[in-house]
Structures are given as C-alpha cells and as structure tokens.
C-alpha cells in the first residue's frame, strides 16, 4: 500500500540532526573532503525519501522539501554552507552543491514520470470494463410507420427514375393555389379549408400552411426545364375535424413527370407498377373519371381490395370491413397536367405533356397494415408504435 512521504521544509534531513540549519564551522568542517562527505551524506538522505512510492501529492512535497525557494533543503545548504564558508571551501562547497542540485532535479523528474505512470495505472484498475460481465441491454430505436412507408414509397420511384425533392411547409397562395389553376374564387379552394398565418398588418403577401405537396412541382418546373420526374414527400395541413380518418395534419407523396412525348398510357404503366411494388403483384387496377383543376383528363385510382382479394367478403364470412363489400379501394387522384399549369411555368404547352399524382400516405399505411384510426399516427403510444420495428 502506498504510504505518502510528509516531510517538509527543514524535514529534508532528520530532525534530530538537521545539518542544514547549521553552519560549516558549527559543524566542524574545516577540510574539502570533510565538505565532500557531507553532500554525500545529504545526496544519501534525499535518495531514501526519493525511493519511497510516491503519488503525485506526495512527490510535490518532497520536491517542496528539498528544491522550494524559501526553506527547502536547497535553499538552507545555499544560505549555511556556501555563502557562509570560508574562503578555502567556497569552491569545494559550490562545486558539491551543484552536483547535488542537479541530482536532486534530474531524480525527481524521473519520479515524477514514476508518480504519473502510478496514477495511470490505478485509474486504468478504476475504470477498468470487465467484459465478463453482462452489457447493458439498450432499447434500438426504429423509423415511426409513416416514415418506413415513406421510405418504401421513395424507393419505389426511386427505382423507375424520379428523384426526391422537399419544399417549405408555409406557402404563398400562388404556389398553394393559383399557379396550380386554382384562382381565388374557385369553388375546390372550398374544400381545402385552409391554415392561414396571422401576420403583421402591411405584409404584402398572406401566408398559409399548405395544403398539398404540389407547389413544389411548380417550383421544381420554374427552375427546370423537361424532363421532369419527381416526388414530393411531407406534411400537409387542412382544417379538418379530428376522427378515424381525418386530420387537420396529414402526409402526402405527390408526383410528377414532364416530358416532350409522355401519354396516358405512361401514366397508366407507371401508377399500375408503384400498386403493384407496394401492395403485391395479385392487385388489380382501375380508373374512374374525376375532376382536378390541375388535371386533365383527371381519374380517381381504385385497386382491388387486398384484404378480401376483391370479391367484397371477408375470409370470415360475411361483408369485408375494409372496402364495404364493394371489392374496391379507393387510393389517390391523379391525372395528365392541365395545360394551363404550363403557362405558369413557361413551358410550351404544345410540346410538353405530363401526367401528376398524389398519394395520402397516412391512407396507404392504414390500409396496408390493418390500421383503422389515422389519430394513432400522432399519439406516440410507445404500444402501437413497437409493432412496426
């Protein structure tokens, strides 16, 4: 066990015989080879407290003790021995206290590096891992639902071409509405109950959260010209009253593709292959008519129910939940882009042709693994969110 050294100041050499307080003269030292005996005795002295184990606290006192200014063992041997001796052992008396001086420095900073090394090592015991021992067992996180099928949904597009590209979620009404051929008074705006930002009075332009992820089509379209194939993933807002299937927030995947010579039979084979990577090969597809003020033509998109296999019953017996017995699911809207969506972008109208989808993906996610309240989307119960690792 390590024992610290305490000696101090005059302490550097016995108590009881503490030569350093005392002259040459009182002493009895009259000779040069007296003198050299004499250092050698202290030289002897400091390397049995030198040899000692010694922490850094302890090493620091004994540095103290022999090389400190203002009593150390040093200093006392300067002001006793040299400056009070005579003549004739001035220089044997100057010549042994620096040997001893540079004794004294050189072993203690070789201890010093042994106080270290000491003080490494019983940190290293301290800190020590003992792999033997059981590790901590963490719990590994996982991507929420909506951000796996997000991800499945990118991969997908990814594969046939498009790219990804993200937009701000507060919008102008030009991006959110008019440069979508959607002007002020037209009656869709009304079934886009919108969000719109409270701002200072004399702010030249409103503000809205919006509504869909396809003002970043028209952004992608002023900064690039066709070809064009996107999707734009994130978050939308609506005010809609809160219950099984709606939310005031909700997520969107919206494509698009632009080019010089693009049909709806292009349209068609792309949407058919996304429902089929996603829902399986045994799907089927349809299209109905629908309306769009950024479409035209416009459809609604079904596929056959995946849960009753489209036949309307559920393996049970009886209607399937899912589709209500009518053996479709309604998916998304989509359509071939309005030529008058080009003129917002300065594209020719008579040269380009396109075709434009949006996915709600929060309805993709519900009716791919069995999810029949979107609320449970944004409650963060740790129970629900544990069955989709």
Sequence with gaps: ???????????????????????????????????????????????????????????????????????????????????????????????????????????????????????????????????????????????????????EIEDIFFSIGFSVVEGPEIETPYYNF???NIPEFHPVRDDMDTFYLDLPKGAKTPLLLRTHTSPMQIRTMEKQKPPVRVIVPGKVYRRD??????????????????????TFCDFTGTIEYFVKQFFGPSVKTRFRPSYFPFTEPSVEFDVSCPFCGGTGTASGGGTCAKCKGAAWIELFGAGMVDPAVYGFVNYDAKKASGFAFGIGIDRLAMLKYGIDDIQ??????????????
Aim: charged share 25%; aromatic share 6%; net charge negative.
């Design 178 to 180: 008019e440069a979508l």
């Design 241 to 262: 009253n809160p219950d099984a299937t709606h939310s005031f927030a909700f997520h969107q995947i919206e494509g698009l593709a632009v080019d010089t010579d693009i």
């Design 376 to 389: 449970v989307f944004f409650q963060n119960d740790v129970r629900f969110l544990r069955q989709f690792p």
């Design 1 to 151: 066990m390590l024992r610290p050294f305490k000696a101090t100041g005059t302490d550097a050499m016995s108590s009881s015989d503490n030569k350093t307080e005392r002259t040459l003269a009182d002493l009895g030292v009259t000779q040069p080879d007296q003198v050299v005996s004499l250092f050698a005795e202290v030289r002897a002295r400091f390397d049995s407290q030198a040899s000692r184990p010694l922490d850094h606290p302890s090493w620091e006192i004994l540095r103290q003790s022999w090389l400190g200014r203002k009593s150390g063992a040093l200093t006392l041997i300067t002001e006793n021995w040299l400056k009070a001796a005579s003549p004739d052992l001035k220089r044997s008396v100057g010549q042994e206290l620096n040997k001893l001086k540079a004794h004294l420095e050189t072993t203690l900073d070789e201890r010093k590096l042994d106080a270290q090394s000491l003080a490494d090592h019983s940190v290293s015991i301290r800190e020590r891992v003992d792999l033997s021992l059981p590790g901590v067992i963490r719990p590994i996180g996982s991507h929420h639902l909506i951000r796996q099928v997000f991800q």
